[in-house]
C-alpha cells in the first residue's frame, strides 16, 4: 500500500482552511493545518510533507519567515503563499524567498488544483535527483562562482518565478535556462528557446503568438506559436533585448494576462508558460536610454542570475579543456588527444573574450590541427591578448600559424596583416564564415578533390574531413 501524500495549511482564517482540505483531500492528499506561524513550526519539526501552503499574515509572524524557513530546513517540501489578491509585491518578496508558486484570494480552485499538481511533480523530480547525477554535470567547474552558480539554480528552479540571465556572450546562458527548467517540476514539459534577434521584425507576432488561415498572404493554415509550444513548460527568450518596442508591448500584456491571441483570432487562448529571458547587453541601462520597457523589465527580472565569464573562473579551464576534448574525440570515434602542460597554462593564462564557446572553438581548431596523441601550443593558435580584445602585452603568433594559408583562414591578427579590421559583432560565428569561405574555395579550386585541397590549405586531410562535418559542407 502507498504511502499517501501529505500537505500543510498555514491559514488564520478557517474558511480557507476548510476549503483547501476538501480540495486537496479529494486529489488524494492528507492535510494537516496550522492556525499561525507557532503551529507550523511545530508541525514542520514532527512530519515530513510533501506541499505546504501558508498565508501571507499569520497572528504571531509573516508567511515570508515561514517560507525562508522551509527553504533553509526543508529544502526537499515545496512551498507556495497565498496572497491577497492583487497583492504582487508580496508575492515576488516570497517568489525571491524560494516559494515556488502563489496563489491569490479567493481562491481559483482550478488554479489552485494545477499549482497542487506542479508542486507534487517537483517533489518527485527532487527525488529522482537525490537518486542519480543531476544535468548540472554539464554545467562544469569547481570554482567558488560556479559551486554558487549551481546552488542558485537550485534554488530558483522550484519557483514559478521569471528569471533573468545575464553574462557575456559564450558563457552558457542557454545552459543555464535549460538546468531551471529541468529541475524545476516543468522538467516533462517542453522547453522551448528562441533567440529574439533571429526573427524578422514583421513576423514576430505570428512567431510569438501564431496566426489562424488567412490572416495575411501566405498563412494557408493555422500556426501554433511558441508561447502555444511551450505550455505547460518554459520558454527561453534569448537575445530579449533584440526586442522591437511594439513586441515588447505585446510580450509583457502576455505575461500578465497568461494569455495570447493568434494573429486573425477573435478570441484569446490561455497559456501557461514559464518565462527565462537572457541578454549579453546591460538591459538596465537600455532601460535608462528608452530602449527597452521598464515595467518589462521589472516583469522579466523578478530573480536575476549573473553567470560569470571564464576568466573569472581560471581555474576551471583544465577541467572544461579536458571535458570538451573528450566529447570532441567520441564524435569522431578517436580516443582524446593529451593537452601538454604547456598547452594548460597557456589556455589558462588566456582570458577568452569568447568565454566557454570560444574555448570549444579552440578546442575544435586544436583538435582538427594536431597530427599526434598531444596537444600543444602551437595546435591552439591562441591570438594575443589585444587582438582579443583586452589590453595587454602583444603576443606573436607562432612561425607555423604565420606562414599557415589555413591559420589565417581562422584568425590572422592585424598586426600580421597590417591592417585594422572591423570588429566583429559575434566572433565565432565571424571565424566559422571565414573558414566555410576558404574551404569551399579551395574545394572549388581543386575540382573538389579534398586531397588535394587539404594539401593547398596546408592542413592534413583528416583535418580537412573534420572540418567539412562540422561546416556542414557537402
Known sequence: MTTPRTALIIDDERDIRELLVLT??????????????????????ANRYDLCFTDMRLPDGSGQAIIELIAQRYPETPVAMITAHGNVDAAVDALKAGAFDFVSKPVDLAVLRRLVQNALRLGEERKAQQGQAGSTGRLQGESPAMQALRATIAKVARSQAPVYISGESGVGKELVARLIHEQGPRASGAFVPVNCGAIPTELMESEFFGHKKGSFTGASGDKEGLFQSAHGGTLFLDEVAELPLHMQVKLLRVIQEKSVRPVGANIESPVDVRILSATHKNLAQLVEEGRFRHDLFYRINVIELIVPPLRERR????????????????????????????????????????NVRELENVLERALALSDGSEITPDDLRLPSQRDAGFGGARTPLPESAQSDPYS??????????????????????????????????????????????????GITFRALRYKLKKLGID
Request: charged fraction near 25%; hydrophobic fraction near 45%; aromatic fraction near 4%.
Open 408 to 457: 589565417g583562414a581562422v584568425a590572422r591578427p592585424a598586426y600580421v596583416t597590417g591592417q585594422q579590421p572591423a570588429v566583429p559583432a559575434d566572433l565565432p560565428d565571424y571565424i566559422e564564415r571565414m573558414e566555410r569561405d576558404v574551404i569551399v574555395k579551395a574545394l572549388e579550386e581543386c575540382r573538389y578533390n579534398k586531397t588535394r585541397a587539404a594539401a593547398k590549405l
Open 24 to 45: 486537496l483531500g479529494r486529489m488524494g492528499l492528507r492535510v494537516d493545518t496550522a492556525a499561525d506561524a507557532a503551529q507550523a513550526r511545530e508541525q514542520l519539526a
Open 315 to 354: 581555474g576551471d579551464i583544465p577541467m572544461l579543456a579536458h571535458g570538451v576534448l573528450a566529447r570532441l574525440a567520441a564524435d569522431l570515434g578517436e580516443p582524446p588527444p593529451r593537452l601538454t602542460e604547456e598547452a594548460v597554462t597557456l589556455l589558462s593564462g588566456y582570458l577568452f573574450p569568447g
